[in-house]
């Protein structure tokens, strides 16, 4: 199983006054990371909202920190596919220091829907074989 390695810096504007990275603000990074990620992927999101066939909400995220980010750190978030289901996946993000220790780990759920009938639907076939090589399981 592969990763995909977002890297970035911790901005001054993402810390709170105690001068570690807001609560909220992990999510913002994990989100880059997963729009980078389906570039990756060759999936361009602005064109699936532009071209309105399918969606890709996200329905539930959860958060541990377990080490301060401080402004300045150098981040990686490693990005896994925890769970690939027939309509839905688990995207789990582990934020991880300059010393390799883990500082915190998210997760979000994100469930693909039909734009136009606004159900859910199943993964697109050629997004879910390109998925499988990310899959924890």
Do not use: C
Request: hydrophobic share 40%; aromatic share 10%.
């Amino acid at each position: 199983m592969k990763t995909y390695d977002y890297r970035f810096r911790v901005p001054m504007h993402h810390v709170d006054h105690a001068g570690v990275l807001f609560f909220a603000n992990l999510f913002f990074h994990a989100h880059d990371a997963w729009e980078a990620f389906m570039r990756n992927l060759d999936v361009d999101l602005s064109q699936l909202i532009e071209t309105g066939q399918w969606r890709i909400p996200i329905v539930h995220t959860e958060a541990d920190y377990t080490q301060p980010m401080r402004h300045g750190d150098q981040i990686v978030i490693r990005l896994q596919i925890e769970r690939l289901g027939r309509s839905s996946i688990r995207v789990i993000y582990t934020f991880v220091g300059q010393d390799g220790e883990q500082l915190a780990v998210a997760r979000t759920t994100h469930v693909f829907v039909n734009a136009v009938t606004n159900h859910s639907s199943e993964t697109p076939a050629n997004l879910r074989k390109r998925l499988q090589g990310y899959a924890t399981s």
